[in-house]
């Protein structure tokens, strides 16, 4: 006759059960994991979450796969750790794949728990964090699991704009593995010989093609932080990894439906800064970092900056101003002039849409000569990219405040979001010189025949270069046709944000219906 085993003897199996799924693949592989420099899945979740706020979901799943003897290898959890906690006291929902399980390698039933993870995230309105570290594909599982990746990918769509995903990598990410990473909003790539990311590995590589390129060469964290601008931030290690994805979360609404947290940062709102007349030069081919700018006119000198090694002609980056979230974008003078061109285009465009989708105000600093000439540009589709800016500054209806510090030069001057383009206050500096061409380059073509006429053209240029600047290359012509809304001292240049802040925080901005637009890709 079978008796039922007392309460305290199910209790017993039930602890057993939990420490063998926190073993995951056992105590030597487990070694081998921190051998690498890498923490386990479970290592990461706890520093990820508030102590004791880390709830797991979905702990005794096992994959149900016969072939190739899986049947007789078994292990809780099957590969992924999910569940939801608090960050910094807010609501969260994670994964962190296993790499001491199969390699990490993503089946049908550790994608099934991926997925329930991400439903029930956008179902509650709370970000999610997905730390990879995978094999990939399980082949063992054949279709089974391409089509759990496919259930992902379609997942991280659906809730791409609703809540912020972010992906952290931290061991291999190969093959179509990598497109889910690719399509949430940031990624966080961790800078370790066992981390990289491609679609297809050296071998492959090799053999297409014949060129021999290491792992780190391919796909290391560097190569995609500072040349296919696929990481938007490099970590030294997994604990910087998780303390930047702390940072980020920071700053963010943790859906579409709220807005960004405030946060009392002791910074007066009134704040004016004399030092901001001598960091910028009056001569528009003088460089300086527009960042000295930015941490001035920011909460606390507290700049938060985005895919900082790439592309770097222009900054984009998260700060506080007056203890609200706004997002910068602004031209680097320090590189390439501030020039915009195919990257730049890029890099700012989905940060615009970023802000825009998770109601973050946009702040935008310009000092642009315009886009980057050359036939490697116009190739490489600098229209289509260049496009790409203009649709998303148009497309924002969350509050847009524009500063133009010196030179705002044709086309460009609109796509780093003119008044025109939709931004509700465009402040100018003295500085600033608004034209379709800059000085020289304008006077040329304007009296380009008189000027062949001349033996020595020298001193007509030079007095039509100054009058072209007194009519033109100044900000009191945008002024009066009220392109400019004020022209202001630098020093006032944070109280006056404050105060187009406030004045916008209640704006509410219609589009014409549609299922949505067309963006230029």
Same mark, same amino acid.
């Given at each position: 006759m079978y008796v039922k085993p007392s309460m305290d003897k199910l209790i017993e199996e039930l602890r057993e059960l939990k420490r063998r799924a926190e073993l995951g693949g056992g105590l030597e592989r487990i070694k081998r994991q921190h051998a690498k420099g890498k923490?386990?899945?479970?290592?990461?979740?706890?520093?990820?979450?508030?102590?004791?706020?880390?709830?797991?979901?979905?702990?005794?799943?096992?994959?149900?796969?016969?072939?190739?003897?899986?049947?007789?290898?078994?292990?809780? $959890? /099957?590969?992924?750790?999910?569940?939801?906690? !608090?960050?910094?006291?807010?609501l969260v929902f994670a994964f962190s794949h296993d790499?001491?399980?199969?390699?990490?390698?993503? +089946?049908?039933?550790? $994608?099934? *728990? @991926?997925? !329930? %993870?991400?439903?029930?995230?956008?179902?509650?309105?709370?970000?999610? @964090?997905?730390?990879?570290? =995978?094999?990939?594909?399980?082949?063992?599982?054949?279709?089974?699991?391409?089509?759990?990746?496919?259930?992902?990918? *379609?997942?991280?769509?659906?809730?791409? +704009?609703v809540v912020p995903q972010i992906s952290l990598i931290m061991g291999p990410c190969a093959g179509g593995a990598v497109y889910s990473p690719a399509l949430?909003?940031?990624?966080?790539?961790?800078?370790?010989?066992?981390?990289?990311?491609?679609?297809?590995?050296?071998? #492959?590589?090799k053999a297409a093609t014949g060129e021999e390129v290491t792992f780190e060469e391919l796909g290391g964290a560097r190569v995609h932080a500072t040349k296919s601008g696929q990481a938007h931030f490099i970590a030294e290690s997994d604990e910087e990894a998780i303390a930047l994805t702390k940072k980020l979360l920071s700053y963010l609404p943790s859906n579409n439906m709220e807005e960004p947290p405030y946060v009392d940062t002791g910074d007066p709102?009134?704040?004016?800064?004399?030092?901001?007349? =001598? %960091?910028?030069?009056?001569?528009?081919?003088?460089?300086?970092?527009?960042?000295?700018v930015i941490i001035r006119v920011v909460d606390n000198a507290?700049?938060?900056? #985005?895919?900082?090694?790439?592309?770097?002609?222009?900054?984009?980056?998260?700060?506080?101003? &007056?203890?609200?979230?706004?997002?910068?974008?602004?031209?680097?003078?320090?590189?390439?002039a501030?020039?915009?061109? %195919?990257?730049?285009? /890029? *890099?700012a465009s989905r940060f615009i849409r970023f802000l825009d989708a998770f109601n973050i105000p946009v702040i935008t600093f310009v000092d642009v000569p315009g886009y980057m000439p050359g036939t490697y540009q116009e190739h490489g589709g600098i229209i289509r990219h260049g496009s790409k800016m203009l649709y998303a500054y148009a497309e924002a209806t969350v509050p847009k @405040?524009?500063?133009?510090?010196?030179? &705002?030069?044709? +086309?460009?001057?609109?796509?780093m979001n003119a008044k025109s383009m939709g931004a509700d206050i465009v402040y100018a500096w003295p500085s600033a010189e608004i034209a379709v061409l800059g000085p020289e380059a304008a006077v040329r073509i304007l009296y380009r025949k008189k000027v062949r006429t001349m033996k020595e053209p020298g001193k007509f240029i030079e007095e039509k270069i100054a009058e072209y600047k007194r009519f033109f290359a100044n900000p009191y012509r945008a002024a009066e046709l009220g392109f400019v809304d004020e022209? %202001?001292?630098?020093?006032?240049?944070?109280?006056?944000?404050?105060?187009?802040?406030?004045?916008?925080?209640? !704006?509410?901005?219609?589009?014409?219906? *549609? !299922?949505?637009? @067309?963006?230029?890709?």
């Open positions: 923490l386990t899945a479970r290592e990461r979740i706890e520093l990820l979450f508030d102590p004791g706020t880390f709830v797991e979901v979905d702990r005794f799943v096992v994959h149900r796969t016969t072939y190739f003897g899986l049947d007789k290898e078994k292990y809780l $959890g /099957d590969g992924v750790v999910t569940g939801f906690g !608090k960050v910094n006291g807010r790499f001491t399980v199969f390699g990490g390698s993503l +089946g049908e039933m550790f $994608g099934r *728990k @991926v997925v !329930k %993870i991400m439903d029930m995230a956008a179902k509650v309105g709370a970000p999610i @964090v997905g730390m990879n570290d =995978s094999g990939g594909a399980r082949i063992q599982e054949g279709v089974a699991s391409l089509e759990a990746y496919g259930e992902i990918f *379609k997942r991280n769509t659906w809730y791409s +704009g949430t909003d940031f990624v966080i790539m961790v800078d370790n010989p066992a981390t990289f990311m491609f679609i297809t590995g050296p071998e #492959v590589v709102p009134d704040r004016v800064d004399p030092e901001l007349e =001598s %960091i910028v030069p009056t001569d528009p081919m003088k460089p300086f970092d527009v960042r000295d507290e700049f938060f900056e #985005v895919h900082a090694h790439w592309a770097q002609n222009v900054v984009i980056g998260f700060a506080r101003i &007056a203890g609200r979230t706004v997002g910068i974008v602004a031209n680097q003078p320090a590189y390439m501030g020039v915009l061109d %195919i990257d730049a285009s /890029d *890099k @405040v524009t500063i133009i510090l010196r030179k &705002a030069y044709g +086309g460009s001057y609109l796509a022209v %202001i001292e630098p020093r006032e240049t944070r109280p006056m944000i404050v105060k187009a802040l406030e004045m916008l925080e209640n !704006k509410r901005e219609e589009r014409p219906p *549609k !299922k949505h637009g @067309v963006m230029p890709v």
